[in-house]
């Protein structure tokens, strides 16, 4: 992987990067001919670095710190090798990595090797899952005492609304979105289409489809940097947060996914609108596993406000044809790229756990047989349902006795996230509200 540095003599230093819990960035700056004799070896950081808090501080009750010493765990690259790191002042590179004990084995609490857990099983039935995000943001002037929607780089005013699906609002900030691509192209992030959204300078990129669920991760957790680095350097934020104005959209993670079998064909497509029993049985796993699962999919406090009724996120658990007020959907289009549409998480989650509850939810209906109820028609806000936990620590209590988790995640990585997210819960009580938007306005 050095020969790349070798092949990029411009490189000043490497940042050597995994993802925690929460899908932050935790690692070590090295100079660039530092980085070069790192070789495949690794690096050595603690094992507790992977269950900080949204602040960054230890749990004060993990074992992983003072019961245990705080042992190092080893850091190993990724497949992905180096990716140049567009938005800094100087040209710059991410190794990303993940953790693996000392005796050489995945660390269990790693969310990167949760996700492959996932991947595995699914080979195991001769399947893999092909895998998409759209990723929804809000571009924010958080310079005054209150958030606001940004001046456009180009006219040096602010758009007076928000904007649906116009093409005006995004070429207000066509300068910054013509950066974006060129700096996605340089990181093998597949961006496609871009649209405003319902938000105050809310927009969305599709990220394409990918055979490798692994990588559809990496994509989108390198995606949240890129775009939240390159908004600092235009003067705003670009904020994933579930809900940055209480009288507006939420940001959504939305995944696309579907299965291919040993033979390359899409295992949800039979030729009929409805699809193949493995669609059927995908999509009620995906629906038993909403409630259990809410926490990875709205795992901080702010993530509650997004999951109010007619609000374009769900609350219902539910799923329907063409439907977006449903938590499931099986979109439209052609019979033969039948797939999955899961709507429930927001904007702040971190991807690989999200990918991996998705996934790991499709494959315990596959894997029992399961049944969806009918599918909805019409408005599912107000339809009489069992409904998506309203409170984050309603969550917390359910993943942490779930059968369901317990099926999908190690009883490591469930107990350090319990931990990681009751020590912020406490925490965030104290918190008014202009300081809770300041946590997590550009950090999740």
């Given at each position: 992987m050095n020969s790349w540095l070798d092949e990029h003599p411009e490189i000043k230093n490497v940042r050597c990067g995994v993802a925690d819990l929460n899908g932050q960035a935790r690692g070590k700056r090295l100079p660039a001919s530092a980085a070069r004799k790192l070789g495949s070896e690794g690096t050595r950081l603690p094992i507790s670095l992977l269950s900080l808090d949204i602040w960054g501080e230890d749990?004060?009750?993990s074992p992983l710190v003072f019961e245990s010493g705080d042992p190092d765990g080893i850091l190993k690259p990724t497949e992905r090798g180096y990716v140049p790191m567009p938005w800094l002042s100087v040209p710059s590179a991410l190794m990303p990595q993940w953790m693996?004990?000392?005796?050489?084995?995945?660390?269990?609490?790693?969310?990167?090797?949760?996700?492959?857990n996932v991947v595995a099983m699914f080979k195991k039935h001769g399947l893999t899952p092909v895998v998409a995000t759209e990723m929804e943001f809000y571009l924010i002037d958080d310079s005054g005492k209150e958030i606001q929607q940004p001046k456009s780089p180009r006219?040096?005013?602010?758009?007076?609304?928000?904007?649906?699906?116009?093409?005006?609002?995004?070429?207000?900030f066509d300068l910054f979105f013509n950066e974006l691509y060129d700096a996605c192209e340089a990181m093998d992030i597949p961006a496609d289409a871009a649209i405003s959204e319902a938000g105050l300078g809310q927009f969305e990129i599709n990220l394409n489809h990918v055979d490798d669920a692994l990588k559809a991760a990496d994509d989108a957790w390198l995606f949240k940097m890129l775009v939240r680095g390159l908004a600092?350097?235009?003067?705003?934020?670009?904020?994933?947060?579930?809900?940055?104005?209480?009288?507006?959209a939420g940001n959504g993670m939305h995944t696309h996914f579907s299965l291919l079998d040993e033979h390359g064909n899409n295992a949800f497509a039979n030729g009929t609108f409805e699809g193949s029993p493995l669609l059927a049985n995908a999509i009620a796993g995906c629906l038993n596993g909403i409630q259990e699962l809410a926490l990875i999919f709205a795992p901080h406090g702010n993530s509650y406000d997004r999951l109010v009724p007619d609000s374009h996120a769900p609350t219902g658990v539910c799923w329907g044809y063409e439907n977006r007020t449903a938590s499931v959907r099986v979109p439209g289009g052609s019979l033969a790229a039948r797939r999955i549409e899961h709507r429930v998480a927001g904007g702040d989650?971190?991807?690989y756990l999200f990918i991996a509850a998705t996934l790991g939810s499709a494959l315990i209906g596959i894997e029992d047989a399961l049944t969806p109820p009918a599918p909805i028609k019409g408005n599912a806000y107000a339809q009489d349902m069992p409904q998506i936990p309203a409170t984050w620590k309603e969550a917390i209590d359910t993943f942490e006795k779930s059968p369901f988790a317990a099926r999908i995640f190690s009883k490591q990585l469930i107990e350090n996230f319990v931990l990681t997210k009751r020590q912020e819960a406490h925490y965030f009580e104290e918190l008014s509200d202009e300081e809770r938007i300041e946590l997590y306005l550009d950090t999740v």
């Open positions: 749990i004060e009750n693996f004990n000392e005796d050489g084995t995945p660390y269990a609490g790693d969310p990167r090797h949760a996700l492959a006219s040096g005013k602010r758009r007076p609304g928000a904007e649906i699906l116009s093409l005006r609002a995004l070429d207000a600092r350097k235009y003067g705003m934020a670009a904020s994933f947060m579930a809900k940055p104005y209480s009288d507006y989650v971190n991807p």
